[in-house]
């Protein structure tokens, strides 16, 4: 009977052994199974950061367009502007309205691009009564911007062109005058300041600058060439006496050939005895 109850004995302590290193093994794991789970951890990607993208603004001000459209939109502050653009204006000035445009929209206007559109529209619908010839008028294509499909935009800005006998703006160019076969010397006030003007613009810019002389028919081709040239040339000596950097300057000459209006008279052929100063950004 004895021999039973050891027997017995030995059963349960082998089966309440076995049952604690159980327990022990699901409350801590062995060094292996940690090590495993440790290289899991190790070896997963880490997660992204999330990517925050800035709430989109739409644009105001004074004057807005909608997408593929002439039709300006006054907001707050038209009224003062429209007033302090005209009354700034100087007799010897016009008033340069540039209506801008995106490469995607449709033109269904009569003008060459929408942002001349957008120019003679905005125009009407601030100085319905003032004469055009107070204005010129421009196009210029820029880069889409974030939300223009949808949204209005600001699509016009304004700027004042000098139109004086001797010196006219006009879109990107200044033109300067010169009498009949004159070349080597700029002794009109006017073009003196307006390159003094240009010079001070240039040292704060890094802008270049190409000059392109031009004449009328009158005299040969080749000499009309030299004669653009020298044109050309005069005005930059003057820019450069000014400190501007010759190495900013390219000259050119077309003669006779890119007449600005025909040669049919003599005012027309005064207009194109000339000087043409693009800016390059």
């Known amino acids: ?50 990517v925050t993208t800035p709430a989109f ?7 807005l367009f909608r997408f593929s459209s002439d039709d300006p939109i006054l907001g707050a502050g038209y009224e003062q502007l429209r007033d302090s653009l005209l009354s700034n204006l100087q007799a010897d000035q016009k008033l340069r309205v540039t209506g801008q ?20 529209a905005t125009k009407m619908k601030l100085w319905p009564g003032e004469n055009d010839d107070k204005f010129q008028f421009a196009g210029e294509l820029v880069p889409d911007r974030e939300g223009i499909n949808d949204n209005p935009f600001r699509s016009v800005r304004f700027d004042y062109a000098i139109f004086k006998e001797t010196i006219k703006e006009i879109d990107n160019k200044a033109i300067v005058y010169f009498p009949y076969n ?18 001070e613009r240039l040292s704060k810019t890094d802008e270049k600058v190409v000059i ?31 400190g501007v950097d010759a190495s900013r300057i390219s000259v050119a000459s077309k003669g006779e050939k890119d007449p600005m209006v025909p040669n049919t008279s003599s005012a027309n052929r005064k207009k194109n005895r000339r000087a043409e100063i693009e800016l390059i950004k």
């Open 57 to 63: 603004t739409a644009e105001t001000g004074p004057i």
């Open 101 to 120: 445009y995106f490469a995607g929209e449709a033109n269904n206007t009569s003008y060459e691009n929408l942002g001349v559109a957008r120019a003679h």
């Open 212 to 242: 392109t002389g031009h004449t009328c028919d009158l005299g040969t081709d080749a000499s009309n060439y030299h004669l653009g040239m020298w044109r050309a040339e005069v005005v930059r000596d003057y820019l450069t006496k000014l």
């Open 182 to 199: 004159s070349t080597r010397r700029i002794d009109d006030p006017d073009i003196e300041k307006y390159l003094a003007d240009l010079a």
């Open 1 to 50: 009977m004895r021999t039973v109850w050891i027997i017995i004995l030995l059963i349960l302590y082998f089966l309440l052994g076995y049952y604690m290193c159980s327990m022990q093994q699901e409350c801590c794991p062995s060094e292996n199974t940690a090590t495993q789970g440790t290289e899991k951890i190790i070896n997963e990607a880490p997660e992204k950061p999330a």
